[in-house]
């Protein structure tokens, strides 16, 4: 016999015109905390395990102290080239092609990056049974990197591809990466960090850095004080004690001080600035709207739950289509866009948590952008300025709860959790999906909610609308003659590269 | 007592139907003992056929409180014909939006209900439907997915908004991205008289000439029960589930012919050598050595899998490094298709800079090749497939919506829900002189075509279609 985990459902059965919430007892479903357990090692690091003995594989996650707002402005690029020279340069006695032979014949997923947090982040995936070569593995890329030359220029080669095959913006993905450093660009400045991430990959800058530079970089960075260690998933009982001896192994200097953060938006305007990006050879217009709110500050978990619930009504997470305000409007009754998608982000420029927004992407034919812009804040301001029903309430607010029930965490999504709220220094919920269902349960009253929206998202907001496609002159015409608008650029694309 | 409890707190509503899944969950397990599907973990598959040709497939697992639904039918764009092309894609739109007797929207609005998510996908050879909820929502979705599959509504002004967001998606994933849009033409030429000639999406004036009574033909034909495999995985007992299909399903008529699609006699080789290059404004080059085959078995998949591991398998690095180290590609993919009903080439694809050479790749590849056809294949090589498929196996263990992902692909496409074992005893028996007979027949004579999207500079335009003459251009 399988062992349930029962839900209790009070379901409806769907009716001819209206489908009523379901309402459950969330309460009678086991939903055990999170356990980690943090082990302090000598010279100022940490080690943090969250095991499972359900899985057939380990994680094992090195997070170096000393991040990009450590370092001068002018080193991020270099930072961004050392991430991928770490194992591209080769480590101990083997160089790169002897290294891609072991982990390939192994099966074993080993990666460098810079997490959001900007700090250089080691990261190596295996069987369990192939703890012990792992351990040797990040032995020798920790401790002896060989960073040369031929492997300098194999990567700033492969960088100014990338680059180039990047310009051609030719991805919705890559559109948006486009979509997003000009609205940051309007919102916070030309040379925001935010509104410089293309710029800084440029060709011009990946030539610019020298090996020494990244040599350089890693002596400062290779710290343990302030090191964090991550394992996860199944591995040995003498997993602990190996860990600890590769962090003894790292030298231990001075904790490394964050001296500067992306910059922090203080004003707020009645007006939304506009900047079109002209792609030619785009059929249709992918647009952005987007409010950042300056002053909206850290949300409480009444708050949280309130903005949740808001943004399923507004555009829902859970369903296919979407019956919520902003795809009924764009996509179900007009017809106009394939994909439109809302959402809050409580911290823009992460790791500055000061900047909250609301983001509405959407796609529009390129002679109907102005209708589509027109629908879009309608939308908004309508759900801004009325707010959500009592049906719009019930119906979200047990979705949302529903949905947190029916999640499917494994140990590796528990850690990412767990762990990224460690790294930006505050102390985790053990049990966060618990936390969420309370804060979403007192939820009742659609006018508290509504007030919310009010004095959160229709107050003191700076708006910037991006369009990039190739809408017509008079179609540009027509945008220019809304009000609310104000029309900053029409830039070509080959101009932002 | 669970019943007064439930009573006595929740019921503000009006229909409760608790009661069957309760007294059904812990009703009889299956009696068999099910099939092992991942190899290394305890999950099980429970098959079963009804009646009217409906195949399912149960995957218990309670290690969380969600459960799965997958349908996959065999109505992908090679049900359709020329004229009439994006139907089934667009097909698939239409099944979110109104079933006979219910609301239009009825579906997504009680799937968000539950807390449910869920898509839909089409492809070449068939069409796809998934979604995640809390288990104790399965009869209500079955209830739900009963609605479309047997009473879907098709009519206005739902079937004519709809083709606005079709076309929405057909420029945001075709005419905005011009590798996709020179992909489009070469595909038109390289598959000439054959269901593949069109894009899945269409084209776009055959969605905008689309009606309802052809939208309704291809309902009737090809959403039948003999042209569907359902798989469900959740907290539930296999025999549970299947009472419950039977309840919602068990109705389900028609009927759909096997779907074998016609090719040309001379279609493996009537290209074999040409070279299929056109351009649009990017920056870089696209190409791909298409080996075309009819052949979908598994041990095909397999040993592309040991070929691969055989080119990758020098001192120097692996083919992509050497590539990138040679400064002559950046981008290297191998891949066997098996999901076709027919049409199942080996592609070799690669994306290089503006000045790298494509006679350069092409020479490395082929002398690459050769160096596989002429060594031997090693214990080591079969033994690292194996530990990657270990690995594969262990990555998809971890989720059970990866798992019954996996084994609708497997029972689909290979009849076969213990697909992963078999791969493994593939690798297992594999000689020597089977694998070598295998890679000499594809690999040997050198029987590709390529295809290629490059920079404006380097041929003509695709927009210009230059294959129309048969007018081929060339490339460095």
Not at chain 1, 48 to 53: G, K, P, R
Request: glycine share 4%; aromatic share 10%.
């Amino acid at each position: 016999m399988l062992k349930h985990k029962i839900l209790i459902f009070c379901l409806s059965f769907f009716s001819l015109y209206k489908v009523n919430a379901v309402e459950l007892d969330w309460r009678t479903v086991p939903i055990p905390s999170i356990s980690y357990n943090r082990i302090a090692s000598n010279g100022g690091g940490a080690i943090y395990t969250l095991q499972s003995q359900d899985s057939l594989k380990f994680r094992v996650q090195v997070v170096f102290s000393e991040s990009i707002f450590a370092l001068p402005e002018s080193d991020i690029t270099a930072m961004s080239a050392l991430s991928d020279m770490i194992i591209l340069g080769g480590f101990g006695k083997k160089d790169y092609a002897q290294i891609e032979k072991e982990l390939t014949q192994n099966g074993i997923f080993l990666t460098s990056s810079i997490n959001s947090m900007g700090q250089l982040t080691i990261t190596c995936e295996a069987l369990t049974e192939d703890f012990v070569r792992v351990m040797r593995i990040l032995n020798n890329l920790i401790l002896r990197p060989k960073f040369d030359e031929k492997a300098l220029k194999i990567w700033k080669q492969q960088a100014k591809n990338s680059f180039s095959q990047f310009t051609n913006a030719n991805t919705l993905g890559v559109q948006m990466q486009f979509i997003s450093a000009e609205a940051a660009k309007l919102a916070f400045g030309k040379d925001h960090y935010l509104a410089t991430t293309i710029k800084r990959h440029s060709p011009r800058n990946i030539d610019a850095i020298k090996l020494q530079q990244i040599k350089n970089l890693y002596d400062t960075i290779k710290n343990r004080n302030g090191l964090n260690l991550f394992l996860v998933g199944s591995y040995p009982k003498n997993a602990i004690n190996n860990v600890n001896q590769l962090i003894t192994r790292i030298p231990s200097k001075d904790i490394a001080i964050n001296k500067w953060l992306p910059g922090r938006l203080t004003k707020y305007s009645s007006k939304t600035k506009v900047a079109l990006i002209r792609k030619k050879d785009m059929t249709q217009s992918q647009i952005s709207l987007r409010y950042y709110y300056p002053y909206m500050g850290e949300l409480n978990s009444i708050e949280k739950a309130q903005i949740k619930i808001a943004s399923e009504v507004f555009s829902s997470t859970v369903g296919v289509i979407g019956n919520d305000r902003f795809s009924k409007a764009m996509r179900a009754d007009s017809g106009l866009s394939y994909s439109p998608r809302a959402f809050f982000i409580p911290d823009v420029i992460d790791p500055n948590t000061n900047v909250s927004a609301f983001m509405m992407n959407f796609q529009s034919p390129n002679d109907k952008v102005y209708d589509a812009v027109i629908l879009a804040q309608k939308t908004w301001q309508q759900f801004t300025e009325k707010g959500i029903s009592k049906e719009e309430l019930s119906m979200s607010r047990s979705s949302v709860m529903n949905s947190l029930l029916g999640n499917e965490l494994t140990v590796y999504d528990k850690s990412n959790f767990i762990f990224s709220k460690i790294l930006q220094g505050k102390v985790p919920s053990v049990n966060p999906i618990q936390e969420s269902l309370e804060s979403l349960e007192l939820q009742k009253n659609a006018s508290s909610i509504n007030q919310f929206i009010k004095d959160k998202l229709d107050f003191r907001s700076s708006g910037v609308l991006i369009i990039m496609g190739n809408p017509s002159k008079d179609v540009i015409k027509k945008l220019r003659s809304i009000s609310s608008l104000d029309f900053i650029e029409v830039t070509d694309i080959n101009s932002l590269i | 007592m669970y019943y007064k409890k439930i009573l006595r707190t929740f019921c503000t509503l009006l229909f409760l139907f608790y009661t069957n899944l309760f007294v059904t969950l812990s009703a009889n397990a299956s009696s068999s003992d099910g099939i092992s599907i991942i190899p290394g973990s305890n999950l099980k598959a429970y098959k079963y056929s009804f009646k009217n040709g409906l195949r399912l497939i149960v995957i218990p697992d309670n290690r969380n409180t969600l459960a799965t639904v997958h349908f996959i039918l065999d109505a992908g764009s090679d049900r359709e014909e020329l004229g009439k092309t994006g139907l089934a894609h667009f097909f698939e739109h239409m099944m979110f939006r109104k079933t006979k007797g219910l609301a239009e929207g009825n579906y997504d609005r009680v799937l968000a209900s539950v807390g449910g998510s869920g898509n839909a996908g089409t492809g070449d050879s068939l069409v796809t439907y998934y979604s995640n909820f809390p288990a104790p929502a399965l009869q209500t979705m079955l209830k739900l997915e009963s609605a479309r599959f047997l009473h879907l509504d098709l009519k206005d002004p739902y079937f004519n908004i709809e083709k606005g967001a079709v076309i929405s998606e057909r420029n945001l994933r075709v005419e905005n991205n011009p590798v996709q849009r020179g992909y489009e033409v070469i595909r038109s030429e390289v598959q000439r008289g054959t269901p593949q000639e069109w894009m899945v999406i269409g084209e776009k004036q055959d969605v905008k000439n689309l009606n309802i009574k052809t939208a309704q033909k291809f309902y009737k034909d090809f959403y039948t029960p003999n042209n569907t495999l359902i798989v469900i995985g959740g907290a539930f007992e296999p025999d549970y589930v299947e009472k419950l299909v039977e309840e919602y399903f068990g109705e389900w008529k028609g009927h759909t012919p096997s779907n074998s699609p016609k090719y040309p006699n001379n279609y493996l080789t009537r290209d074999i050598g040409k070279r299929f290059i056109c351009s649009e404004p990017i920056t870089t080059k696209n190409i791909q050595l298409v080996y075309p085959s009819f052949d979908s078995s598994q041990k095909s998949v397999v040993y592309s899998w040991l070929f691969l591991a055989m080119l990758n398998n020098t001192k120097q690095g692996s083919f992509e490094y050497r590539l990138q180290k040679n400064n002559m590609a950046n981008q290297f993919m191998l891949e066997k298709v098996y999901y076709n009903t027919k049409f199942n080439p080996i592609n070799v694809h690669f994306v290089l800079s503006e000045k790298q050479n494509i006679k350069k790749v092409e020479q490395f590849w082929n002398k690459n090749v050769r160096r596989v056809l002429n060594t031997k294949l090693s214990q080591n090589i079969i033994d690292q497939v194996i530990k990657n498929q270990k690995v594969y196996n262990a990555d998809i263990a971890e989720k059970l919506t990866s798992v019954v992902n996996l084994v609708t692909d497997n029972s689909f496409f290979y009849n076969d829900p213990a697909a992963q074992e078999t791969e493994m005893n593939i690798l297992k028996n594999v000689t020597e002189k089977e694998f070598k007979q295998w890679v000499q027949n594809i690999f040997a004579k050198k029987q590709y075509y390529m295809t290629g999207i490059v920079p404006t500079k380097d041929a003509k335009s695709c927009e210009s279609n230059p294959f129309s003459n048969n007018k081929l251009t060339s490339s460095n």
